[in-house]
């Protein structure tokens, strides 16, 4: 499964107004992530979302403040690349797992 293949369609809403150029960003990066399936050598659906988020904001997931600004995600406005951890904890993070979740049970039985 392709990584990116989650981030659609966008939420319909977002915390902040950096959130959502950062959902696109990530989308953009992990056009070519594939989760492997190797038992080997498995990836993390969360393992993967973290570190795009840590590559594109500077920020670790774990400790990032509540509240931080992106440079690259200012696109103007006073509160313009503001990123609100609450939303991508409670909000987006799990939005992504559903997604995967159903996806997953599709291929299962497809």
Same mark, same amino acid.
């Given at each position: 499964?392709?990584?990116?293949?989650?981030?659609?369609?966008?939420?319909?809403?977002?915390?902040? @107004?950096?959130?959502?150029?950062?959902?696109?960003?990530?989308?953009? @990066?992990?056009?070519?992530?594939?989760?492997?399936?190797?038992?080997?050598?498995?990836?993390?659906?969360?393992?993967?979302?973290?570190?795009?988020?840590?590559?594109l904001t500077g920020q670790n997931?774990?400790?990032?403040?509540?509240?931080?600004?992106?440079?690259?995600?200012?696109?103007?406005?006073?509160?313009?690349?503001?990123?609100?951890?609450?939303?991508?904890? @409670?909000?987006?993070?799990?939005l992504l797992r559903d997604r995967?979740?159903?996806?997953?049970?599709?291929?299962r039985n497809a």
């Open positions: 499964m392709v990584l990116s293949d989650l981030f659609t369609p966008f939420p319909e809403k977002f915390g902040l @107004r950096g959130d959502p150029y950062l959902w696109g960003m990530m989308a953009a @990066r992990l056009n070519y992530s594939w989760l492997n399936e190797d038992e080997d050598e498995p990836l993390s659906l969360e393992g993967e979302i973290k570190r795009a988020f840590r590559e997931w774990d400790d990032a403040p509540d509240e931080f600004q992106v440079e690259a995600l200012n696109h103007g406005g006073m509160s313009g690349g503001w990123i609100s951890m609450d939303w991508w904890r @409670r909000t987006g993070l799990p995967f979740d159903a996806a997953d049970v599709h291929l």
